[in-house]
């Protein structure tokens, strides 16, 4: 009994504690490889994330570094811009130089990014560099408002300009308007300054003269104002026209200007096809009589120069406009005036542009080919235009001066401002400076 109890209770317990110690054996590893990962993963998160901790000075640094340097670019490109008008080559290559070496460190710095070495180029502590580069955008920021604020006063100055233009036409205007209504008033005074083709006396030439040479100066006006928006030298571009005079004052260089204006729109003047015939009058002995002349000043006398060239663009008035002011005009300084080359561009297509600077030369055109076509009117003798040479003595009967008397007691001519005329066997005066 004994012994069947002891061997029926031996395997009951050796099975319990076989199984028993399978159960130890294998809950034991599965708690070990659940712990182990879940320490080693937080362990190494806490560890990139010390890691990010020491890299974040370093990356705000570069940050502040790219962002200062797309300031320099920009900035760069801004006085590029501004180095063109008026034009100046230093500036131009200063400017150039920085954009490129800008445009290199660029490169440098994405290359870093991409190697992760964005600390490679570093003396400084991050926080200092950081600093330094904040620094370096504001002073950029400064400098492109800086270039900004020039701009805007530039072309403040110009609109200003432009208004005063403005305002001068309309009190030009409204005494026209007045003397046009005392002409109204009295019959007399009406009828004699009727030019009829059979009664066309020096006194309408000196009418239309006295216009012209005020469309003159009002032309000369707008085109200085515009010259010293653009920062150009007026000084320097004075003696330029006329390199041996010496302006006893500074508002006297408004002469050369206003010389250098008649001298090309009055040129050719002797000439019944104002030296443009190959591409002006139709051929025929008819086309050239006095009576063409007249005909062609009452057509153009009641019309601005913009409306008839819109009415005739292809007449002998439209070609001379175009070739006067590409002869006036130069490339150079249109670009440096305007930035740019549409009123030239313009012009040789034949076309009207439509800007108060063009507006202004072309009411000189119209004054100046009215005058032309008044003075050839005269079936008498030829009209022509006379100038007084530098170092001539001065006569009251030929010339009239511009400026006051110098202190000399035989003052002797400087140049001629507005040239003088020979018509119907009348001597008009020339205006010059004296010296």
Request: glycine share 2%.
């Amino acid at each position: 009994m004994d012994s069947l109890t002891q061997h029926t209770l031996t395997p009951t317990k050796t099975r319990f504690s076989t199984t028993f110690a399978k159960v130890l054996h294998i809950q034991k590893p599965k708690s070990t490889q659940k712990v182990k990962p879940h320490i080693h993963q937080h362990d190494q998160n806490l560890d990139n994330l010390n890691n990010n901790k020491k890299k974040q000075p370093t990356m705000d640094a570069f940050i502040a570094k790219l962002f200062a340097t797309l300031s320099s670019v920009k900035a760069a490109y801004a006085q590029l811009q501004v180095a063109q008008s008026p034009y100046n080559p230093e500036a131009i290559q200063h400017a150039d130089q920085i954009l490129v070496s800008e445009l290199k460190r660029l490169s440098e710095y994405k290359q870093l990014f991409l190697k992760n070495h964005v600390d490679d180029d570093d003396v400084n502590s991050p926080e200092t560099t950081q600093l330094l580069a904040e620094i370096q955008e504001q002073k950029n920021l400064v400098q492109m408002y800086d270039i900004t604020l020039k701009n805007l006063n530039s072309q403040n100055k110009l609109k200003d300009s432009e208004i005063i233009f403005l305002k001068e036409k309309l009190n030009d205007k409204n005494k026209d308007n007045k003397m046009i209504q005392r002409r109204l008033n009295s019959n007399s005074f009406n009828e004699k300054m009727k030019i009829n083709f059979s009664s066309i006396t020096v006194n309408s030439f000196l009418l239309s003269l006295h216009q012209t040479v005020k469309s003159v100066k009002s032309f000369v006006k707008f085109l200085m104002d515009a010259m010293e928006d653009a920062n150009w030298d007026l000084n320097a571009a004075a003696s330029s026209i006329q390199p041996d005079v010496c302006f006893r004052d500074v508002s006297q260089q408004f002469f050369a200007f206003e010389s250098f204006v008649c001298r090309v729109m009055f040129d050719g003047f002797n000439d019944s096809g104002f030296s443009i015939t190959n591409n002006g009058f139709e051929s025929g002995l008819g086309s050239w009589s006095p009576r063409f002349f007249y005909d062609s000043f009452i057509e153009l006398k009641s019309l601005k120069a913009q409306d008839y060239i819109t009415w005739k663009p292809n007449s002998t008035f439209a070609r001379f406009c175009w070739l006067k002011y590409l002869k006036l005009v130069h490339p150079v300084m249109e670009f440096s005036l305007f930035g740019n080359l549409n009123q030239r561009n313009l012009v040789s297509d034949g076309k009207f542009p439509e800007t108060n600077f063009f507006s202004a030369f072309a009411d000189v055109a119209r004054r100046v080919w009215l005058l032309h076509c008044l003075a050839h009117a005269f079936d008498s003798n030829v009209p022509s235009v006379f100038r007084v040479r530098e170092g001539s003595r001065f006569t009251e009967v030929f010339m009239e001066s511009v400026n006051e008397e110098a202190g000399n007691a035989s003052p002797e001519v400087g140049f001629t401002v507005v040239p003088g005329f020979k018509v119907g066997g009348t001597v008009i005066q020339c205006q010059v400076y004296l010296t």
